[in-house]
T-cell receptor, first 112, second 114 residues
Framework: GESVGLHLPTLSVQEGDNSIINCAYS??????FIWYKQESGKGPQFIID?????DKRQGQRVTVLLNKTVKHLSLQIAATQPGDSAVYFC???????????FGKGTRLHILP | KAGVTQTPRYLIKTRGQQVTLSCSPI?????VSWYQQTPGQGLQFLFE???????NKGNFPGRFSGRQFSNSRSEMNVSTLELGDSALYLC?????????????FGPGTRLTVT
């Protein structure tokens, strides 16, 4: 089975609030983590990534946090907008094996 | 720069038939990976091709196969289709196959097996 999972299948957030999407991984050998966004009818779109030698990385309106102690990954989206409605996947990769393992995904609903 | 393209976008086949799906990577990208996406199993890695060679393979039966051409375009084939093969098949391309290289996904081919 997959080694990466998500805590919640669905998350509803008020427009303008911050969103936090969580992910747990089980393989301590994974050294690269990625967040993807998938909108209806489209393929996954890269959002942000982080390597295991970091614990935080920021992008535009997004921040990824990595806690290797508890094998936990999170994606924070600031000032959530209607266009952020999508399914978000975390994924992991081990450098010696270029296979990327995806989690099940969390659907983010934006409330008006 | 054009994105990853996949053809056809939609396909309906019957059990026992075979199907070939095509993927054209972003120009200059040499690695192509294929994934199967279903509501129950999520996104599962099928295989990865680089320089016309399969470099990595997921846990799928031998009915699933693929190849890559010298221009990096890739095809995947599923023989003796089963109802459970109904899924969205996604391909992703990246510049190299080094671990952690950013992948760009195509829109997918929606396969329905009846």
């Amino acid at each position: 089975g997959e080694s990466v999972g998500l805590h919640l299948p669905t998350l509803s957030v008020q427009e303008g609030d911050n969103s936090i999407i969580n992910c747990a991984y089980s393989n301590s050998a994974s050294d690269y983590f990625i967040w993807y966004k998938q909108e209806s009818g489209k393929g996954p779109q890269f959002i942000i990534d982080i390597r295991s030698n970091m614990d935080k990385r920021q992008g535009q309106r997004v921040t990824v946090l990595l806690n290797k102690t508890v094998k936990h990954l999170s994606l924070q989206i600031a000032a959530t907008q209607p266009g952020d409605s999508a399914v978000y996947f975390c994924a992991e990769n081990m450098n010696r094996d270029d296979k990327i393992i995806f989690g099940k995904g969390t659907r983010l609903h934006i409330l008006p | 720069k054009a994105g990853v393209t996949q053809t056809p976008r939609y396909l309906i086949k019957t059990r026992g038939q075979q199907v070939t799906l095509s993927c054209s990577p972003i120009s200059g990208h040499r690695s192509v990976s294929w994934y199967q996406q279903t509501p129950g199993q999520g996104l599962q890695f099928l295989f990865e091709y680089f320089s016309e060679t399969q470099r990595n393979k997921g846990n799928f039966p031998g009915r699933f196969s693929g190849r890559q051409f010298s221009n990096s375009r890739s095809e995947m084939n599923v023989s003796t289709l089963e109802l459970g093969d109904s899924a969205l098949y996604l391909c992703a391309s990246s510049l190299t196959r080094r671990g952690g290289n950013e992948q760009y996904f195509g829109p997918g081919t929606r396969l329905t097996v009846t």
